[in-house]
């Protein structure tokens, strides 16, 4: 197996030069290529564990997070483990269902000294502020504004999204716009739904809401409300509930686009979208997954002395939106 030292001598560069590469330091061009190169033909595999002994590291990051199975969880998941291989560190995934649970899982984290926490919540916790300030590695909170403070924030403009959604249905001239909303038990949900009513402040158009509970049968029901009501354009503020008011529109013979103006948030791709003429939010699942990464890793390169923490506000991709309607 190959070590440090021949990797040094066939690119023709010191071991401390070599050792200052793996560790992500600055160097001239022309050593990182002679590096990567004698890399690549050597075949070199870091040992881990020992640079982990030396250095006080486990190279590793713990990520805490519930409902993994959904779509948004798993491609936030995708992209943390693309930067941390990219860095030559491991994910320790911890998942768990209930509130009693996380508190053994982050337990179990810290038992196994990862060097940073990305907790990721798809639903509004009252944390113990207490419990997490006492913690000593860099911790990213995504979606949890309250914990701003104790830890970096990813937040994403949701607010903005639908703002502009629903201020593009105001401008067409639709007077009864339909508003399908997610419990407001949560952060994202509160703030979608702030987004919409500030769009409709100081307007003569009507706006209906109706609260649905995350499935496709409440966004058939709360369309259906709405459509009686006499809604010509809605927005449906979740995935699962907007697969029921399409389901809604099939029934009852509207066509998108051309009875009833449709907007909702999305998690598929550009060319997974469907081809009606609707309007789809789309949250960067993977690059918000991505700059989690990317700021543990600035956290742990800069150490302690990094007090002051950063929140991170992400835009969401409009896509159907004509462009110049954002505001």
């Known amino acids: 197996m190959a070590s440090i030292r021949d990797v040094a001598q066939l690119a023709g560069v010191s071991v401390g030069t070599v ?45 805490l997070m519930n409902r993994i199975s959904s779509r948004f969880g798993s491609e936030v998941v995708s992209g943390i483990e693309k930067v941390a291989e990219e860095n030559g560190y491991s994910i320790l995934l911890s998942g768990f269902t209930n509130s009693k649970e996380d508190h053994d899982k982050l337990d179990y984290l810290l038992q196994h000294a990862v060097d940073g926490l990305i907790v990721f919540f798809s639903d509004e916790k009252k944390f113990d502020l207490s419990k997490w300030q006492d913690i000593q590695i860099p911790i990213v909170f995504l979606n949890h504004p309250e914990t701003q403070g104790i830890a970096d924030v990813l937040l994403l403009n949701d607010r903005q999204s639908v703002f502009d ?118 949250p960067p699942a993977e690059k918000m997954g991505e700059k989690a990464a990317e700021l543990v890793l600035e956290r742990i390169k800069m150490g302690k002395a990094a007090t002051e923490k950063q929140v991170v506000l992400m835009e969401n991709q409009l896509l159907g939106l004509p462009k110049g309607a954002e505001t």
């Open 19 to 63: 050792s200052r590469y793996l560790n992500g330091h600055q160097l001239k061009q022309l050593n990182r290529e002679k590096i990567a190169a004698a890399i690549e033909s050597l075949d070199y595999k870091e040992n881990i564990i020992a640079k982990g002994l030396k250095n006080n590291r486990s190279y590793s990051f713990g990520l």
């Open 165 to 282: 959604v629903i201020n593009h249905y105001l401008a067409a001239g639709h007077k009864k716009i339909g508003y399908l909303s997610a419990p407001q038990s949560d952060h994202t949900a509160r703030e979608r739904l702030f987004g919409a009513q500030a769009a409709m402040a100081n307007n003569e158009a009507e706006m209906k809401i109706v609260v649905g509970d995350y499935t496709r049968q409440s966004g058939y029901r709360g369309t259906e409300e709405l459509v009686a009501w006499g809604a010509t354009a809605i927005f449906v503020s979740n995935y699962n509930m907007s697969v029921g008011a399409l389901e809604c529109f099939n029934q009852k013979g509207l066509i998108v686009g051309k009875d009833i103006a449709f907007g909702h948030y999305d998690y598929l791709s550009e060319a997974e979208q469907s081809l009606l003429p609707q309007i789809t939010v789309n």
